[in-house]
């Protein structure tokens, strides 16, 4: 059965660090591989996605991840943290014809001055 | 870009009651549209697909008489809550697929805040 997993519930980091938010995924095929991103009481703002071809996938807000096959994985990415990036982030999965999604635990990033 | 309209964003109402959200693309035509609730601080749980012209396709565990979704044109598709009882309470979000991209993700809506007392 398809399924995310983003093992970190939470993560603080400081104002101008980098970040990588981790994200595993099982699925029989070659999966489409999303992340968004969650402002509270908001919907949901896609970041980034991988389809198909060059395994390093750049997004926006210079946010960034990297497709790794053998590791069914799928990390988030950005060098030098802003206050603003402070929200839920979520890494997700598209797959069948339907192309239903399916989406990981969330990830609560905090940003400290 | 294109833009997925939820309506209303909150809604508060008695239990008992049945509430309407309507879900909108604005700009592209979907003829798939995906009804999610998401619980506090929790991902989002796919309820239910909805089709352009035939019954919605809903997720195990999903009541469909309780959770009604239509879907009648290419840029509407509504999920009714009825008889609605404080364990209803939740953030639904919709989001749809444009008929014109197959292959590109959903679009999403803002979400609706549902409040029963």
């Known amino acids: 059965a398809q399924s995310v997993t983003q093992p970190d519930i939470h993560i603080t980091v400081s104002e101008g660090a980098s970040l990588e938010l981790r994200c595993n995924y099982s699925?029989?095929?070659?999966?489409?591989l999303f992340w968004y991103v969650q402002s509270p009481g908001q919907g949901l703002q896609l970041l980034l996605k991988y389809f198909s071809g060059d395994t390093l996938v750049q997004g926006i807000k210079g946010f960034e991840a990297e497709f790794k096959r053998s590791q069914s994985s799928f990390n988030l990415r950005k060098p030098s943290v802003h206050w603003s990036d402070a929200a839920e982030y979520f890494c997700?999965?598209?797959?069948?014809?339907?192309?239903?999604?399916?989406f990981g635990a969330g990830t609560r990033l905090f940003v400290k001055a | 870009g294109a833009v997925v309209s939820q309506h209303p964003s909150r809604v508060i109402c008695k239990s008992g009651t049945s509430v309407k959200i309507e879900c909108r693309s604005l700009d592209f035509q979907a003829t798939t549209m995906f009804w999610y609730r998401q619980f506090p601080k929790k991902s989002l749980m796919l309820m239910a697909t909805s089709n352009e012209g035939s019954k919605a396709t809903y997720e195990q565990g999903v009541e469909k008489d309780k959770f009604l979704i239509n879907h009648a044109s290419l840029t509407l598709s509504t999920l009714t809550v009825t008889s609605a009882h404080p364990e209803d309470s939740s953030f639904y979000i919709c989001?749809?697929?444009?008929?014109?991209?197959?292959?590109?993700?959903?679009?999403f809506g803002d979400g609706t805040r549902l409040s029963i007392l």
């Open positions: 699925y029989g095929a070659t999966p489409y």
């Open positions: 989001s749809a697929r444009d008929k014109a991209f197959s292959n590109q993700p959903q679009h």
């Open positions: 997700a999965v598209g797959y069948t014809g339907g192309f239903k999604t399916i």
